[in-house]
């Protein structure tokens, strides 16, 4: 890692200012204001000895940063982050403001070495503040016996009892665990690799989200309804509902009651599944999901679309789970092309037309299904005074389809395949072709 040209001269850019406030704020207090575009620039100008160095015995360092020179900062911070993965551009810009402290106490030159020296040591400390941490996310997986482990990947749903025995049992197992622990049966365990504390977690609670969805898209192909499968990182489901209705100074009580499904059955389909050719591709996604690769690929679209399914699948609204359902689908297959509408529907009807037929249906449905999206965003449709939906088909059961399909053609051309225009514009050209094909237009045996 170096200091680029442009990293020596927003550098040096930073200690002009910083001398130039000094001075300023000695003649001009109110003239040194001005500097900053707002209260939070100011608040956060000054230069601060790093926690890290203790007591050791530094000059005390009277240095300003500008709102010109947080923003110089913060593009340094950038640039520099495409060195070292597994931190946030915040966490590596708050190591450059240290490294920069120490290099103003030890009086270094802002020369190529020395600048060289600053982000060189802040590289160094942004990569000794990475460790690895495992999480176990509370999962209600009703139905799942004490004794079996579902394998994702690298992730796995384990019997809570597991975990339970190794947690010390003070104030927070008491406050967090003793009072739940009827609300759920299950950990979610997600191996994180190296990573600061902040991405960490971060990236643990987006996998975990990602596995929900997973989950929701196959019970989904089963036909099972599994509103009781919960995270619990996100409200719990109830079995019951009510309300207090008013009318003629009358009151009532007026309610509902759903009916858990037994899934056992589900879990070991879902394992048989993990076994085959999709759950091959499921836990390569799910082995993507936990990496801290910072480039974008194919496999980051199919996580995006399973994370908006288990999103619609949580909401309770009909007409804002077809604005999700319709987001998941345009994760796979949106480019930047002119004619958005037709190219969505014809590509996402070719994939689940490859494996399942019946392709004029699936471009009738699509058709149905956008336009209904597109009304409730940007249209006529209004989202709380809609009281049902006009479609003649159960929109999960055609986002589930074109997910899974688009995990096989994806799985074909490479999931590490990096998404640029001209790859995609191949693939689903190509797709387009053999849709044209008349055996696709044909219902396929479930």
Not at 346 to 367: E, F, P, V
Request: contains cysteine; negative net charge.
């Amino acid at each position: 890692m170096g200091a680029s040209n442009q990293d020596i001269e927003d550098l040096n850019f930073i200690i002009t200012e910083g001398v130039r406030l000094n001075k300023l704020f000695k003649l001009d207090p109110e003239l040194y204001k001005s500097d900053f575009d707002n209260d939070m620039d100011c608040m956060f100008s000054s230069l601060e000895p790093p926690q890290y160095i203790g007591k050791i015995e530094y000059t005390s360092i009277q240095f300003n940063f500008s709102s010109a020179a947080q923003r110089v900062l913060k593009n340094i911070a950038k640039r520099q982050h495409g060195f070292i993965e597994g931190i946030t551009v915040h966490e590596l810009e708050i190591e450059i403001r240290n490294s920069i402290y120490i290099h103003l106490s030890n009086s270094g030159n802002f020369d190529s070495p020395g600048c060289m020296k600053i982000l060189s040591r802040a590289q160094k400390r942004a990569k000794k503040s990475r460790t690895q941490i495992t999480y176990f996310f509370p999962f209600n997986a009703i139905g799942l016996s004490p004794e079996k482990e579902i394998n994702i990947g690298n992730l796995k749903i384990i019997h809570k009892d597991s975990i339970y025995a190794k947690v010390k049992e003070d104030d927070h197992y008491r406050f967090f665990l003793k009072s739940n622990e009827d609300s759920f049966n299950c950990l979610l365990h997600i191996p994180i690799p190296e990573s600061s504390s902040k991405l960490s977690k971060h990236r643990a609670e987006n996998v975990a989200n990602f596995i929900y969805g997973v989950i929701r898209v196959f019970t989904t192909s089963y036909h099972y309804k599994a509103d009781q499968i919960i995270l619990l990182n996100h409200p719990f489901h109830k079995d019951t509902t009510h309300y207090i209705a008013n009318s003629n100074d009358e009151y009532w009580i007026e309610g509902s009651y759903s009916f858990n499904e037994d899934l056992k059955e589900f879990w070991d389909l879902f394992e048989e599944d993990l076994k085959s050719d999709i759950g091959t591709v499921i836990s390569k996604l799910a082995n993507h999901a936990i990496s801290i690769n910072g480039k974008e690929c194919l496999a980051d679209r199919l996580i995006d679309a399973f994370y908006w399914f288990g999103e619609a699948a949580r909401d309770n609204n009909e007409n804002a789970q077809i604005i999700k359902l319709v987001t998941a689908m345009e994760r796979l297959v949106t480019l930047s092309d002119k004619d958005i509408t037709n190219n969505f529907c014809n590509r996402i009807a070719c994939t689940i037309a490859a494996y399942h037929g019946d392709l004029d249906r699936w471009k009738s449905d699509l058709s149905k299904i956008y336009d209904l999206r597109s009304n409730l965003v940007h249209g006529s449709r209004n989202l709380y005074k809609s009281y049902d939906l006009p479609l003649d088909f159960n929109p999960f059961q055609l986002a589930y389809r074109a997910i899974l399909s688009t995990c096989i053609l994806f799985d074909k051309v490479g999931l590490e395949l990096s998404v640029k225009e001209s790859i995609l514009k191949n693939i689903y050209a190509e797709l387009i072709e053999i849709g044209k094909d008349d055996k696709y237009k044909q219902k396929k045996s479930p």
